[in-house]
């Protein structure tokens, strides 16, 4: 039977071993599900497992055949313990370039937290499907505009073509050279908390100069004019006020956003050298 199985893959070009095979398919297949899985526009809470596990499945076909060629048949494991550090390997790459991916977004998401914080009304949260959990009102408007952004601009494309363009720079079967001990790892976690930090405020900082403002014209009223109820008033005023500056700087946000976007690609290139 083993034979038969053999010849009809010999006969579509696939002359190799069974366990050579099955290990570059499952190390490539791995290797797309965790970054899939950590996408916010590929793996979200709501897509059921079964179609995050057939687009990886889908990719691993297509790639199949233009990785195998490459392997270095001379790296092949010989033991369980390899082969387990290979795997590990892979999912850690993985979850190293959703990582990438998402943190960018959940700047986003953040500044949109931070206005609506701004305006008072940070209790107002409503369900993100995106990640299955609440959020603030404008924190949920401005993720699910960037994600639109992202993909309008083919930024989706860029991720599956920094993975593809992976298997290149970390191959399957090597154990990596991580360059430079474990410092560009920190160094990468490092940037990103702090782009993700720059993001939020970058994108929050039109709304916060303007209730800015509002605090300071409410203040002076309220030192001329100590009858009035400003406390009352700064509600209605900073929640108008930033509603209305976050349409009027959308423009702006979205130009902002395709910049953050370049950085992100710039990322996918870069993390791929740390394992060299």
């Known amino acids: 039977m083993t034979s038969d199985y053999q010849t009809i893959f010999s006969m579509i ?19 797309f599900l965790v970054a899939i899985t950590l996408t916010p526009y590929l793996g979200v809470k709501p897509v059921p497992g079964m179609i995050k596990t057939a687009v990886a499945l889908a990719l691993t076909i297509f790639m199949f055949p233009l990785v195998f060629p490459t392997v270095d048949r001379s790296q092949m494991p010989t033991g369980m313990m390899p082969v387990f550090v290979l795997f590990l390997k892979e999912t850690f790459f993985g979850a190293l370039m959703g990582l990438v991916n998402m943190m960018i977004f959940f700047g986003i998401q953040s500044a949109g937290s931070m206005i609506d914080n701004q305006r008072y009304v940070a209790n107002a949260r409503i ?3 995106a990640l299955g959990a609440q959020a603030s009102v404008f924190g949920v408007f401005l993720y699910q505009l960037t994600i639109a952004v992202f993909i ?3 930024g989706h494309r860029f991720f599956i073509k920094a993975l593809a ?24 976690m490092i940037r990103l908390t ?3 930090l720059i993001i939020c405020l970058q994108l929050s900082m039109p709304v916060m100069i303007a209730i800015f403002v509002a605090d300071l014209v409410l203040g002076i009223t309220n030192r001329i004019a100590p009858m009035i109820n400003v406390f009352e008033m700064g509600f ?3 929640g108008f006020v930033g509603v209305l500056l976050v349409y009027l700087s959308l423009p702006i946000l979205i130009l902002q956003c395709k910049y953050w976007f370049q950085v992100m690609i710039d990322y996918f290139q870069k993390t791929p050298l740390l394992f060299r």
Do not use: Y
């Open 194 to 196: 702090a782009d993700t």
């Open 165 to 188: 363009e992976s298997f290149q720079t970390v191959p399957l079967l090597a154990f990596p050279h991580v360059a430079q001990g474990f410092t560009p790892f920190m160094d990468l």
């Open 13 to 31: 070009g696939i002359k190799e071993d069974w366990t050579l095979f099955m290990l570059v398919a499952g190390l490539i297949f791995i290797r």
């Open 127 to 129: 369900f993100n499907p």
């Open 236 to 238: 209605n005023i900073k």
């Open 152 to 154: 309008a601009i083919g």
